[in-house]
């Protein structure tokens, strides 16, 4: 009886996704079957897939799984549970050292005393923003995040993200320019959550664009009644590698040791894990030397009236 040697698809084996791959052998296995009546162990071909092979793949395959799984929601659930120990001590630090700079206590003579708890008190809040990002992570993670929807007008939450990005904006000789016209329709959101979103955009977009550069933000409408809120730079850009690292937790685009700018790396993991708790998306449309648009979409169900 003539033996028909099955194929296997010729593709590179590091772009096989292990799912397709066990797929794939079994695939194998029921054709060896086939051209040899039953009689896989009789089968000498260079490549030939044997009952034990697939099974210790199938078993290496669903191990290596489970062990992920269970080592990925460990580490969220520990994070989250962190929130109050991580934040009571920082804000402790940041009320002590704010009430210094304020006066209440007494006036401070030394002046570089006083400078001293200024940077305490900047430091300190540097940190509490770092640890509240990772912690929205790891909540987000562990499918636990809080959310407090209500009806939002979509200029003030814009207005208050401005505000916060506007010194470092003008310290980087960065202009911003809103492009929010009225009128707009509300949405039904957690208004601290898209500000959030906002502002990482809104800073991502000032880091990575040089002085004399433009931040533009801007909304729309979509045809399929949503809406559509945009930052867009004319900044470094990335190529598609640098934008697949930029998406990962604690990614950061670059040489580590040459990078010119600061950050976590989890301004947009981060955001797109708060727009997905809005049932919404995140693109990234970016381009090497040309600049970055970063577009959040909300679906109709969100948008009032």
Known sequence: MARSKPALPADDPGDVDLVELVARLAEAERA??????????????????????????????????????????????????MSHELRTPLNAILGFSEA????????????????????????????????????????????????????CALPEIVAAALLLVERRAQGSGVRIDSRIAEPLPRLFVDRRRVKQVLVNLLSNAVKFTPRGGTVSVSAARTPDGGLTLAVADDGIGMDAEELALALAPFGQSGDPYVRTVEGSGLGLPLSQGLMAAHEGTLEIVSTKGVGTTVTAYFPKDRVVG
């Open 32 to 81: 060896i079957r086939v051209a040899t009546g039953g009689e896989i162990d009789a089968v000498l071909l260079p490549g030939a897939v044997t009952p034990f092979l697939l099974r210790d793949a199938q078993e290496a395959l669903l191990r290596a799984k489970n062990e992920a799984e269970l080592a990925n929601r460990a580490k969220s659930e520990f994070l989250a549970a």
């Open 100 to 151: 210094m700079l304020s006066g209440v206590l007494g006036d401070i003579a030394n002046a570089r005393h006083r400078g001293y708890i200024a940077d305490i008190f900047e430091s300190g809040r540097h940190l509490l923003g770092l640890v509240n990002d990772i912690l929205d992570i790891a909540t987000i993670e562990a499918g636990k995040l809080g959310m407090h929807a209500e009806e």
